[in-house]
């Protein structure tokens, strides 16, 4: 799933460890790529220009959203990058995924990620189809990203900094939700989606909820 359409419309938004771009598999591959820098293409994603964004402005952003309101906020800089790269060392896909700007993770009560989905295996245009397959139909989701079974809560958890007085993150089951000012619109798809599955079909399970910021990550 994800890695193998071939559809002509299966766009995917993904970020290197160097720039963060627009990709597609086609014909349109530069006409995303500029749409970081051109208003009309990046207002079709929603792309915003963040290089300037600091802590205190992604807590206003936070507040104001009547959904990560209600939730513990926290953060993620370039400290995460290398601690990725000290602890996947060699593994190219999983560090690639780590950097996504957009992801959920689902972790079980053994601590096991059992679902992840990445922006890069979303596709469609012009929103991201998080629910693809109907994967998110289901509690665990189906899997859109195969699942690293070395990635555990215990190292997001170490690695994420709160936004104001927050207790040290811990727990399990949990789901990890990572999202980005920059995609911010494509962010709160993925949000109120993982939202939405949760209240259907695990209402009743007390799985912890923890939305993370990726703006600073570059920075």
Known sequence: MGHGNHDP??????????????????LLLLLLLAASCNKILGGIYGVRDVKDINTVQIQEIRKADALMSRYPGY????SYVRSIYKTFKGDSITIKNLFQPMQAMYFNE???????????NAGGFPNLKWNRNHAFDHFYPLTQ????SKLSPDFIYQNLKALQAEQTPQGK??????????????????????KQNNDQYAADKSIRLIFVNTDLLYQ
């Open 173 to 194: 089951p949990v789901i990890i939700v990572f999202w980005s000012y920059q995609v911010y619109k494509q962010s709160k798809r993925l949000m109120r989606l993982v």
């Open 9 to 26: 419309s299966f766009y995917i938004l993904c970020m290197t460890k160097n720039k963060k771009y627009l990709v597609n598999a086609c």
């Open 75 to 78: 953060y993620v800089d370039s």
């Open 145 to 148: 990203t195969p699942c690293n």
């Open 110 to 120: 053994a601590g096991q990620l059992v679902s992840y989905h990445i922006n890069c």
